[in-house]
């Protein structure tokens, strides 16, 4: 089943290459950087970068998630500078990734280079309700960090 999410262009200058699946299993559509001239990403700097396009989910069951691409985190040390970013069904605004260079080397960013993903996920809404115990507990019920151990 494919959803239809509309996407338009911001910058009508630039020679875009339209986010796609890179393989038939991936699970993230790559984001390129539209910029007009090569970024100097410094070792331990980060700077935003637009991927010059703005979508618009219009799903209140559906979320996009922006995820690093793990080659680029990897080889180069280039991840999210938030780790993580969502994107809600109602936001129409440009599309822009915070990319941090954890490396001790500076790292170029070309135009329409891929330099993020974005997946889409069902959305579960809740009601929370506030109780003074659980009715049950679990096995786990407290136990905090590392309660597994790493064996």
Same mark, same amino acid.
């Given at each position: *089943?494919?959803? %239809?999410?509309?996407? /338009?262009?911001? #910058? @009508?200058?630039?020679?875009?290459?339209?986010?796609? =699946?890179?393989?038939? !299993?991936?699970?993230?559509?790559?984001?390129?950087?539209?910029?007009?001239?090569?970024?100097? +990403?410094?070792?331990?700097?980060? @700077? +935003?970068?637009?991927?010059?396009?703005?979508?618009?989910?219009?799903? =209140?069951?559906?979320?996009? %998630?922006? +995820?690093?691409?793990?080659?680029?985190?990897?080889?180069?040390?280039?991840?999210?500078?938030?780790?993580?970013? +969502?994107?809600?069904?109602?936001?129409?605004?440009?599309?822009?990734?915070? $990319?941090?260079?954890?490396?001790?080397?500076?790292?170029?960013?070309?135009?329409?280079?891929?330099?993020?993903? *974005? &997946?889409? &996920?069902?959305?579960?809404? &809740?009601?929370?309700? $506030?109780? /003074? #115990?659980?009715?049950?507990?679990?096995?786990? =019920?407290? /136990?905090?960090?590392?309660?597994? !151990?790493?064996?």
């Amino acid at each position: *089943m494919k959803k %239809i999410i509309n996407v /338009k262009f911001l #910058n @009508k200058n630039f020679n875009y290459k339209l986010s796609s =699946y890179a393989t038939s !299993g991936s699970a993230g559509l790559d984001l390129r950087a539209c910029i007009k001239d090569s970024i100097i +990403l410094k070792s331990r700097q980060t @700077k +935003l970068i637009s991927t010059g396009i703005a979508i618009h989910i219009n799903d =209140y069951n559906i979320a996009a %998630i922006i +995820l690093p691409r793990s080659g680029l985190s990897h080889r180069y040390g280039i991840i999210l500078s938030n780790n993580i970013g +969502l994107i809600d069904s109602d936001y129409q605004g440009p599309i822009l990734i915070s $990319l941090f260079n954890r490396s001790n080397y500076n790292f170029i960013i070309k135009p329409n280079y891929r330099i993020a993903q *974005m &997946v889409f &996920v069902p959305i579960v809404k &809740v009601e929370l309700k $506030l109780v /003074k #115990n659980f009715t049950k507990r679990s096995t786990r =019920y407290n /136990k905090g960090f590392g309660h597994s !151990g790493i064996k």
